[in-house]
């Protein structure tokens, strides 16, 4: 069967109570007062509502409402699925608006992609391998080749309070026990905060982050702290330089190629992620109402790019599992490698990353045929995962009926 996920990022996810002009009086017993909640459809078809909580974080924003839909059924790339925001206000009877005021929002479905242990991009191929709002892949005149690309320059919040641009891999990633790493090169050209303020104050004012979604699961947590122009003295530099009527200006400043910067990030480091966890990994841009510049541009992008090659070992069609999908209570896994192998370990994980099966083999004669015991897993998706020299080189998915 295949998986498909919602694609939020392309609609609103956020809204404030008063945004509408389209008001009904509606029965007390009807819906309860005081309350925002979403009604979302399925192929037409009114689905249970979720109640939004008012959050009260976003210091820009004093009536903002955030909230999680389950949906209660798989969705195909097919299926029309659509919603809108319903705020009663605290009269008696209560005042009723909707977000939009006529119709509703569409939400793109899109099929997901097997978790994979290692992702590399230059972006010089044309690959469909991001989702988001904000960001795209392009080349900015006077750079040799292509990259991520926020939109330069990125749009300010203004009056709308706080805006967030967001670009996820739709690939997920599952989390190796060691050099767990993120490696890009990037330009980070956005408003710096104010001198001695920290991450998540206020003044911090604009920022970049990467970000990581543990499957099965709704929030988005930090892989490091987020941060801005003020990262690197030439970043910070060029921001000012371009701010040609004072500090109180955008700035006008372009990303160079003499800017590209490293960064290597730990997913593992800051205690909110876990070996063998499998996460989605988002790039997110906050803009304030201040000021704004060029952006962010990101190139060169390693996910726990392993030191030695997985193509060293066997090719990818030499590593096969049968049956597939299984109804027995074994598998079958196959390997031919291109050369001995003294350190050889089957793990199979679930989908949620946690370790269930793990199997030490001898593959010392260049070739493996070996039986594992699957009897006691459950019916699902798990992914079976080569652990060459200690280093976890290549995943499989295999369903279990």
């Not at 919040?157 to 090169?185: C, H, M, V, W």
């Not at 955008?250 to 490293?262: C, E, T």
Request: net charge negative.
């Amino acid at each position: 069967m295949k998986r498909y996920k919602v694609n939020a990022d392309h609609v609103p996810v956020i809204c404030k109570a008063h945004h509408s002009d389209h008001q009904h009086i509606v029965p007390r017993a009807a819906t309860p007062r005081n309350t925002v909640f979403v009604e979302y459809y399925i192929n037409d078809i009114l689905q249970p509502t979720a109640r939004l909580s008012l959050d009260t974080t976003d210091t820009f924003r004093d009536s903002l409402y955030v909230g999680v839909v389950s949906l209660e059924e798989s969705l195909s790339a097919t299926d029309l699925l659509e919603y809108r925001v319903v705020a009663v206000d605290k009269n008696n009877p209560g005042n009723i608006r909707f977000v939009p005021a006529d119709g509703r929002y569409p939400i793109e479905i899109k099929m997901t992609f097997d978790a994979v242990i290692t992702y590399v991009n230059n972006f010089d191929e044309e690959r469909d391998d991001f989702d988001g709002n904000g960001f795209s892949i392009d080349q900015p005149e006077r750079f040799d080749n292509k990259g991520i690309q926020t939109e330069h320059p990125y749009e300010n919040a203004g009056d709308r309070g706080s805006l967030n641009f967001t670009y996820q891999l739709n690939r997920p990633i599952i989390l190796k026990e060691r050099n767990a790493l993120i490696e890009f090169d990037e330009i980070v050209l956005v408003e710096p905060g104010e001198d001695g303020t920290a991450y998540t104050q206020q003044e911090f004012w604009d920022y970049v982050i990467v970000e990581g979604k543990k499957s099965g699961e709704a929030e988005w947590l930090p892989f490091l702290d987020g941060y801005d122009s003020r990262e690197q003295s030439a970043w910070l530099a060029a921001f000012s330089r371009g701010q040609v009527g004072g500090p109180g200006d955008n700035s006008v400043a372009i990303g160079l190629p003499s800017l590209w910067q490293p960064r290597t990030i730990d997913m593992l480091e800051n205690g909110n992620f876990f070996p063998g966890e499998i996460v989605d990994v988002r790039f997110r841009l906050f803009s304030d109402p201040m000021l704004f510049g060029w952006g962010w541009a990101i190139d060169n992008l390693r996910i726990q790019e392993p030191t030695t090659a997985v193509a060293d070992y066997l090719n990818q069609e030499d590593f096969t599992l049968s049956p597939n999908p299984s109804s027995t209570s074994y598998i079958i896994v196959e390997a031919n490698f291109k050369k001995a192998v003294d350190n050889l370990q089957i793990n199979i994980y679930d989908n949620v990353g946690r370790l269930l099966v793990t199997k030490s083999i001898n593959a010392t004669s260049g070739q493996i045929k070996e039986t594992i015991d699957v009897g006691k897993l459950t019916s699902g998706i798990y992914f079976v995962n080569m652990r060459i020299n200690g280093v976890e080189q290549i995943s499989r998915k295999i369903v279990i009926e």
